[in-house]
């Protein structure tokens, strides 16, 4: 793969030999993100699992502190907390509707939360949803009928993760253009987060690597 004449640049203002502080990379990160929007800071955590293992499968939810620059569309499927979803903030609220919608290829939303009382007819929508990470799911908090508190958290930067079939947890933690300490915070509550979520499988090291980026920009190693 061909590195272009900006990552060398970048590249070399990175001591590739050196694990950064949290408020080292940070400092890094911001001061390398040279594009004209304003890129997305992205938090990568290599960890020692086994990925073939449905026991040992990291995933779970983090409410970012400061939101991470985007607010998401949220979806409730409910035949009976429409009002609930909407008054909490919701962009949508219904059942059939959507059901339909979906089903003809609408998927404008970020979030989908589900009662429980419709699981059986939603799991319908599991190859189009689960794909895409936007099954409703009780381990995700997405399955429930706290529909208003569910969606306010999710409005105010409530985060799912999941790793991929790499064991590596991707989450973006913020905007470049967020003062430092609201990154820091946010970085923080996603580390805890993660480790929270260690199966109790696991022998040997849980979080083998930490690296922060942004969009456009290369992974900076973080202390562990």
């Known amino acids: ?124 929508l599991g190859k189009i949803l689960g794909p895409r990470g936007l099954m409703p799911n009780p381990k995700a908090g997405t399955v429930t009928n706290d529909i208003g508190n569910t969606v306010s958290e999710i409005k105010r930067g409530r985060m799912e993760f999941r790793m991929d079939k790499t064991g590596v947890v991707h989450m973006p933690v913020g905007k470049v253009s967020f003062p430092d300490e609201k990154l820091i915070s946010n970085i923080k509550e996603a580390i805890t987060a993660i480790k929270s979520a260690s199966p109790k499988e696991i022998k040997g090291t849980y979080m083998k690597s930490l690296y922060l980026s942004s969009t456009m920009g290369p992974g900076i190693m973080l202390t562990v």
């Not at 985007?70 to 035949?79: A, F, G, N, Q, S």
């Open 1 to 124: 793969m061909k590195i272009s004449k900006r990552m060398k640049e970048m590249g070399k203002e990175i001591d590739k030999n050196k694990v950064y502080t949290l408020e080292e990379a940070v400092k890094l990160v911001k001061k390398l993100a040279s594009t004209k929007f304003d890129e997305t800071v992205e938090l990568a955590v290599k960890l020692g699992v086994d990925p073939r293992k449905s026991d040992q499968m990291v995933r779970g939810t983090v409410l970012m502190p400061h939101g991470v620059g985007k607010e998401k569309k949220v979806l409730v499927l409910t035949k009976d907390k429409q009002e609930e979803a909407l008054e909490a903030g919701a962009n949508w609220a219904g059942f059939d509707e959507f059901m339909d919608k979906i089903q003809d290829g609408w998927l404008e939303f970020d979030a989908c939360i589900a009662t429980p009382s419709v699981m059986k007819e939603v799991a319908k």
